[in-house]
């Protein structure tokens, strides 16, 4: 509606994540870094925590837009209250893996043997796991078993854990020590402070074709990031109805008062507001010897500037070649040791045996 009143081409404040108005404040770009950083290790976890509407989900998004698919094959996984065998079936559906017949230990070779095929392909195999605070203990639990596939020296999947910050209080758990250990490195985003908001606005207003229609007075800026406390999800809220009501009431510039008029209905409806704090400096420094393939400037005064990647795995053929034949009997003999128990049961009832066709199935993968 106001869209078109103020020429612009779309809506600027979309509440919904869309990596083509992705903002680099300097938090965001941080927590960019990091993920480029630990992309280019090829191996453990880079775990990135936020409050809800940092823009966690629009960062990881703009990673993606990046990521060369003939150099990486990545998955995401927005994950809910799901128990561990759940989150193994979710993470091969992500790879797109055929996984509702498969037992525990069906599934773990059908994982291991696609990892291995993708490294064998000059490949790498990304995991993105969004809403990490909603796994349960044993759910990351089986996330840090996968990380134990390797190819001779070569890690077979890597991971990215993004969630909210409670998602910290797990971590730091007695039994997440040893998940702590593969972890990189760790970087809390916290919100944008005042210029970095105003920016941010102007940078959404810019992308739809904003020439000045509508006009923001500087106690306009200051009244939203008062409200907001600097989070974009909050700016893009209050936005919204800003420009609603300034375009039901015909109006062209926006003082503080508009604003204070808005944000008292939010107020009102339970909307809340106010002040988040200020960004947390990451909690684990990257590992030491840092990857030459990328150059990381944590200042904020420049991008991130990443080069382009040469996979050079060295796999011995013959030694590749005896693994996958390894795995292809362990997942045969798995099938035909539940197969022969399911025609014993059988039996047992009173029905002939049938000869499992799982075999087959596990050959084409």
């Known amino acids: 509606m106001y869209a078109s009143f103020y020429g612009l081409t779309g809506k600027p404040f979309q509440l919904n994540p869309d990596p083509s108005f992705y903002f680099g404040s ?17 191996e453990g976890f880079i775990v990135i925590t936020g409050e809800v509407g940092a823009g966690k989900t629009t960062l990881v998004r703009s990673l993606l837009q990046k990521l060369d698919p003939q150099k990486v094959v990545a998955a995401q996984l927005v994950s809910t209250q799901l128990d561990a065998e759940d989150t193994l079936r979710m993470v091969a559906a992500a790879f797109g893996l ?11 070779l059908a994982l291991e043997m696609f990892l291995v095929s993708i490294t064998a392909k000059g490949k790498r195999a990304l995991l993105i796991v969004d809403e990490a605070q909603n796994l349960t203990p044993r759910a990351v639990e089986e996330l840090r078993m996968l990380s134990n596939f390797q190819l001779e020296d070569h890690a077979l999947l890597q991971s990215f854990l993004v969630g909210q910050p409670e998602f910290k209080d797990t971590m730091q758990s007695d039994h997440m020590r040893q998940l702590r250990q593969r972890v990189i490195a760790s970087y809390h985003l916290g919100p944008m402070d005042r210029d970095e908001t105003r920016a941010y606005m102007e940078h959404r207003l810019s992308h739809v074709g904003w020439k000045g229609n509508p006009r923001f007075e500087t106690e306009a800026f200051d009244a939203i990031f008062d409200f907001t406390g600097g989070v974009p999800r909050r700016i893009n809220t209050l936005c919204d109805r800003l420009m609603l009501a300034g375009f039901l009431g015909g109006k062209t510039i926006y003082k503080g008062s508009d604003v204070e008029e808005v944000t008292r209905e939010i107020r009102e409806e339970g909307g809340g507001g106010g002040r988040s704090g200020p960004a947390a400096v990451p909690r684990a420094a990257p590992a030491a010897s840092p990857a030459p393939v990328i150059e990381i400037d944590l200042s904020g005064k420049s991008s991130v500037t990443t080069h382009s990647v040469k996979f050079d795995l060295k796999i011995d053929v013959s030694r590749f070649e005896a693994r996958v034949q390894k ?23 009173g029905q002939p045996g049938e000869k499992p066709e799982k075999i087959e199935k596990a050959k084409k993968i």
């Open 26 to 42: 300097r938090g965001h770009k941080r927590a960019m870094a990091y993920l480029e950083y630990g992309l280019h290790q090829s």
């Open 327 to 349: 795995l292809e009997m362990q997942m045969a003999e798995t099938l035909r040791l539940l197969g022969g128990a399911n025609g014993r049961q059988q039996a047992a009832d």
């Open 98 to 108: 055929p996984n509702k017949t498969f037992e525990k230990a069906e599934l773990l």
